[in-house]
């Protein structure tokens, strides 16, 4: 069974910083990309920040290099850096897999990160 578990989340005064944590396990297949989005209400899930299995970064132009992401072989984090009361969202992780025949994508159950004014 498949399990992405997400912690770090939590209230920060603006400012503040924040490291989220993901940790997969019971994943067979390769892993191609791991990535976290994050989600207000009534708002679309917007991507944050991605790495491929090779390491390449990318990330959402509105960050202007606050936030950084990094992984190793079944845990990817992302230290998030002055953070501002429009950073507050549910931040969700999201690892792209891909076997023989199919991709996956598995989602974590989100958590919530506030910042204060």
């Known amino acids: 069974q498949v399990q992405l578990v997400e912690s770090g989340g939590g209230l920060v005064q603006a400012g503040g910083s924040l490291r989220l944590s993901c940790a997969a396990s019971?994943?067979?297949?390769?892993?191609?990309?791991m990535r976290w989005y994050r989600q207000t209400p009534g708002k679309q899930r917007e991507l944050v920040a991605a790495i491929t299995s090779g390491g390449k970064t990318s990330y959402a132009d509105s960050l202007k290099g606050r936030f950084t992401i990094s992984g190793n072989k079944n845990t990817v984090y992302l230290q998030m850096n002055s953070l501002e009361p429009e950073d507050t969202a549910v931040y969700y992780c999201?690892?792209?897999?891909?076997?023989?025949?199919?991709?996956?994508?598995?989602w974590g159950q989100g958590t919530q990160v506030t910042v204060s004014s």
């Open positions: 999201n690892i792209a897999a891909a076997g023989r025949w199919s991709s996956y994508d598995y």
């Open positions: 019971g994943i067979i297949f390769t892993i191609n990309a």
